[in-house]
Nanobody
C-alpha cells in the first residue's frame, strides 16, 4: 500500500522558517516527479513546487520563488520543502504528491498544517 506521510508543519511567526518532509512507503518513486501543494481555508488547492525525478529541474509558484526550496533524497524516498521568510498568507494545509509524466497527481499525502502568525 502506497503511503505519503508529511511532517514538519507547525506554528511559526512571520519571517520564520519551516522544513517539511514527505516520506513515501509502499514503493519507490525515484523515477517520478514529486510536488508540493497547499490549500488554505475557503480556497482551492494550489501547486507550490515540483521537482523532477533526478532533482535536475524544479518549478515554483511565483509567490514562493526565492523563499521556498524543494529537494529530494531518492535513497530515502523523501521529498522536502524548505520554507523561509514565511508570511501569514502562506498559512495552509500542505500536501505532497507523486506526479505522472503528464504532471497529474498519482498519490497524495494526508497533509500537514502550517500556520504563520503576524
Amino acid at each position: 500500500q502506497v503511503q505519503l506521510v508529511e511532517s514538519g508543519g507547525g506554528l511559526v511567526q512571520a519571517g520564520g522558517s519551516l522544513r517539511l518532509s514527505c516520506a513515501a512507503s509502499g514503493r519507490t518513486f525515484n523515477r517520478y516527479a514529486m510536488g508540493w501543494f497547499r490549500q488554505a481555508p475557503g480556497k482551492e488547492r494550489e501547486f507550490i513546487a515540483r521537482i523532477e525525478w533526478n532533482g535536475g529541474s524544479t518549478a515554483y509558484l511565483d509567490s514562493v520563488k526565492g523563499r521556498f526550496t524543494i529537494s529530494r533524497d531518492n535513497a530515502k524516498n523523501t521529498v522536502y520543502l524548505q520554507m523561509n521568510s514565511l508570511r501569514p498568507e502562506d498559512t495552509a494545509v500542505y500536501y505532497c504528491a507523486v506526479l505522472s509524466q503528464l504532471l497529474t497527481t498519482l498519490y497524495w499525502g494526508q497533509g500537514t498544517q502550517v500556520t504563520v502568525s503576524s
